[in-house]
């Protein structure tokens, strides 16, 4: 198990328990912190809430929003909805997986990318789209993703 710094998580449970908040809000303050809801962050928040590890488990995995595992660097996002379905989404998520080695929802071993499909990035009409962290590219083909993750590769 990977050693984490706990002490931001014991922070926001504390402030987020006596405020009332709910379980989501908590959840969501932990992504942000972690860029993920790790194992342990999650053990401390059932000790705290009483709350079941199996119940707060339950309750994330049914929002895709959460992660359950680090991410890289530079998390891409290949956009599948409708325009870019039609644009050719599956082709390009092929080229990245291809490019990368790996399938969505997993990270390249050098903790730079990771892979992810998601729903209608609200640019439509750029389709096929992608967003790499907050940069967002549109119209994109296998050589202008080479060049976008050969520069991202440069940067490290
Ligand atoms: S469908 Fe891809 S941006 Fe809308």
Redesign the pocket.
């Known amino acids: 198990m990977d050693k984490i710094n706990l002490e931001p998580a014991i922070e926001i449970i504390e402030r987020e328990n006596s405020h009332k908040g709910s379980l989501i809000p908590t959840l969501q303050k932990i992504q942000e912190t972690y860029g993920y809801l790790p194992d342990q962050v999650l053990n401390i928040l059932s000790k705290k809430t009483g709350i079941p590890a199996s119940q707060i488990l339950g309750t994330a995995t049914f929002y895709s929003q959460f992660r359950f595992k680090p991410v890289g660097k530079y998390v891409i996002k290949v956009?599948?909805?409708?325009?870019?379905?039609i644009s050719g989404?599956e082709q390009i998520s092929d080229v990245f997986r291809d490019l990368l080695g790996i399938k969505e929802g997993e990270t390249t071993d050098d903790g730079l990318f990771t892979l992810e499909n998601v729903?209608?990035?609200?640019?439509?009409s750029?389709?096929?789209?992608v967003m790499i962290n907050e940069t967002t590219y549109g119209r994109l083909n296998p050589s202008k993703i080479n060049k976008i993750i050969k520069e991202y590769k440069k940067r490290g």
């Open positions: 956009c599948h909805g409708t325009a870019c379905h989404a729903a209608c990035l609200g640019c439509c750029l389709a096929p789209v």
